[in-house]
């Protein structure tokens, strides 16, 4: 059974920064695409980021230049460093990582985790 286990998240005042961390655990074959996405209350899930296992980095507008995703293929692992944090940024992150896996192709999802921007 894959899990993805998130941390990172917390309370950080504007123009800080914060490091989310996304582990894939459990027998997976291979990992392809790896992402973060985000829901603010009220709002629908949205895309933060994502990588593929090979090819360029997408990023919504709202964080390019402030976000950046990077992936660890040797731990199983997927990073979001979020810098120059604005209170619209405040949400429950969630990661979201494509596998094969004995089950075949699954998209799975973290449990997420939140982030608040706030002075």
């Known amino acids: 059974q894959v899990q993805l286990v998130e941390s990172g998240g917390g309370l950080v005042q504007p123009g800080g920064s914060l490091r989310l961390s996304c582990a894939v655990s459990g027998i997976v074959f291979a990992i392809n695409a790896m992402g973060w996405y985000r829901q603010a209350p009220g709002k629908q899930r949205e895309l933060v980021a994502t990588?593929?296992?090979?090819?360029?980095?997408n990023y919504a507008d709202s964080v390019k230049g402030r976000f950046t995703i990077s992936r660890d293929n040797a731990k199983s692992t997927v990073y979001l460093q979020m810098n120059s944090l604005k209170p619209e940024d405040t949400a429950v992150y969630y990661c979201?990582?494509?596998?094969?896996?004995?089950?075949?192709?699954?998209?799975?999802w973290g449990q997420g985790t939140q982030v608040t921007v706030s002075s």
């Open positions: 990588m593929p296992s090979g090819g360029t980095t």
């Open positions: 979201k990582v494509d596998v094969l896996s004995r089950s075949g192709l699954s998209a799975d």
